[in-house]
Each structure stands twice: as structure tokens, then as C-alpha cells.
């Protein structure tokens, strides 16, 4: 039988794994699997058990929101040879799921987690962490880990909306030079968004004509600081009808970028708190890992 290793966030989304699990387990025996399971203790968990038996593997398989994907991904990443990675989606928004095609019900996720087609992902790395869709700072950007978790399970995506209202009210902006292709632009930014992924914050087809998961290039958008009420209004029109043709963003595509700030910048990756910093590396690791999907 082949080694397979479960690792699961009960907490994470509605706890829907905890009642599921011995269907799971039974459906991977079934299939040739020999799972070991481990639930997550505390943060960066994941990430521990992966560096030290994760090479014992065929399959690995997460079950949990996007920031217990990003523990996953952080841990297969230190291994010289990566076992198959399988993705049960459990958060509340699964941006990095409704990416990829993979199934958001359960029975279908955890079917998908050792029987999809492999993808050969794209990873980000910003100064020495890594991502699976999303580096951000700026407006909304935190909403996701400073959401309580248990407003998070009650209300889902409307619990972002809720958060966010009161950011709209209390606007951040940072003086940053952005380098990229040796370009450089030199602004007032109150978001700034490095993503691969189509799906950011629930906010579904964000780059609908253009993403690729594995192109090796990330699609970055850069917001101004709007100077009046007028104009903040059309940033958010723009951000709803996904239409970056306005002079107030930048819109582009990379495959590294050097931030350097003024000031300390929150970053956030993958719906969780990545540090404050001044500067900034992010650059992609090109179909760095193979993930099953539908």
C-alpha cells in the first residue's frame, strides 16, 4: 500500500473534517492508501511535521483553509524529493481551490486529493517564505486573520464584507518603489496585490483573462492613494467590475519584484500575517509542486 499522510485543521472553516474523517480514512484504504493521520496543535505545526517525515510519503494531503494549505506548501518546499500533495478545501473562502478546480464539497475534495490529475503549481517566495496564491499589504488585505474565526464560520465570505466596511473609513497608504524587468514605479499605494490565483478575499475572477497558475509569472496589482471620495469610489468600481484599465492602478505581469517602502508594511500571505517589513523579494519557483485536481 502506498503511504499517504493526512494533516488537518479541525478548527479551520465549520470543522466539517471531524465528522467526515472515517469516511475518509476508509476511502483512501479502498484505494491502496495507508494514511497517517496528524490535526494541527498551533501554528506552523504543518509545516514541522512535513521538514521531518515528510519524505516518508507517496501522498500528502491537507485538509483545512487556505493559511493550512500555505503551512503545507511551506513544509513540502524544504524537501529535496515532494511526495504528491491532495487539498481538502474546509475555510471559509477557499480562494486557492476555486483557482485550481478543485471541489469545495467534501466528498468530492477528498476523492480529488488522491485520484485528481497532477498540476504542476507555481510557487511564490517572499524573502524566505513561501505562498500558494496571494501576497498582499494595504486595504483589506488583513481582514482575513484579524476575523475572528468563529464570526469567520458563522458568516463565511459575508464575514470579510462585515470586517472590511470599517476599513474603507480608515484608509493606510505607503510610499513604496516598485522594481520589475527594470522598471520602476515610484508611488503612493494603499494595495498592492501579488497573486496567482483567479480568486482573492471570495472575490472570484479577479484576473479572469489572464492568470495561469503555472505560467511562472505572477499578476500584480498596484492601487494609488486616492486623493478624494470621488476617486475612492471609482477604485472600488474598478476592484468589483475587475476593469485595471484606469490610471489609478497598475497592472502587470512578473516573474520577480523588489518592493522597498518608506515605512514597515504588513504583509499578509495566503490569508495570514507574514511580517512587517521595509523590502521586500518575491519572486516564483516555476511548477515547484504537483497538486491533484479535478
Not at 93 to 107: G, L, M, R, V, Y
Not at 142 to 148: L, R
Not at 254 to 269: D, F, G, P, R
Amino acid at each position: 500500500m502506498k503511504k499517504l499522510l493526512l494533516l488537518a485543521n479541525f478548527h479551520s472553516g465549520k470543522g466539517i473534517i471531524k465528522p467526515n474523517l472515517a469516511e475518509i480514512i476508509d476511502f483512501y484504504n479502498s484505494k491502496g492508501f495507508e494514511p497517517t493521520v496528524i490535526s494541527s496543535q498551533y501554528s506552523g505545526h504543518i509545516t514541522e511535521i512535513i521538514k521531518k517525515t515528510g519524505s516518508n510519503y507517496d501522498n500528502i494531503v491537507c485538509c483545512g483553509g487556505d493559511g493550512t494549505l500555505n503551512e503545507t506548501i511551506n513544509g513540502l518546499m524544504c524537501l529535496d524529493k515532494r511526495p504528491l500533495l491532495g487539498y481538502i478545501p474546509c475555510g471559509s473562502t477557499n480562494d486557492f481551490a476555486n483557482s485550481i478546480s478543485i471541489p469545495t464539497i467534501i466528498e468530492d475534495s477528498y476523492k480529488t486529493s488522491v485520484l485528481g490529475h497532477p498540476f504542476h503549481l507555481d510557487v511564490g517566495k517572499i524573502n524566505n517564505k513561501y505562498f500558494s496564491y496571494i501576497a498582499g499589504f494595504g486595504l483589506f488585505t488583513n481582514i482575513s486573520y484579524e476575523t475572528p474565526q468563529n464570526i469567520k464560520n458563522i458568516f463565511g465570505y459575508q464575514a470579510y464584507l462585515l470586517t472590511g466596511l470599517k476599513e474603507i473609513t480608515n484608509i493606510k497608504t505607503y510610499q513604496i518603489k516598485a522594481t520589475y524587468e527594470n522598471k520602476v514605479i515610484e508611488d503612493e499605494i494603499m494595495l498592492g496585490l501579488i497573486s496567482n490565483s483567479n480568486s482573492i478575499a471570495g472575490m472570484k475572477k479577479l484576473f479572469e483573462n489572464y492568470a495561469n497558475l503555472n505560467d511562472g509569472l505572477f499578476e500584480v496589482l498596484l492601487v494609488k492613494k486616492p486623493n478624494n471620495a470621488t476617486l475612492l469610489k471609482t477604485i472600488i468600481n474598478c476592484l468589483k467590475e475587475r476593469n485595471f484599465d484606469n490610471d489609478m492602478f497598475y497592472s502587470f505581469k512578473t516573474n520577480k519584484l523588489e518592493i522597498e517602502a518608506k515605512s514597515y508594511i504588513k504583509w499578509t500571505v495566503d490569508g495570514e500575517y507574514c511580517g512587517d517589513y521595509k523590502n521586500i523579494n518575491i519572486e516564483v519557483e516555476p511548477s515547484a509542486i504537483d497538486i491533484l485536481i479535478n
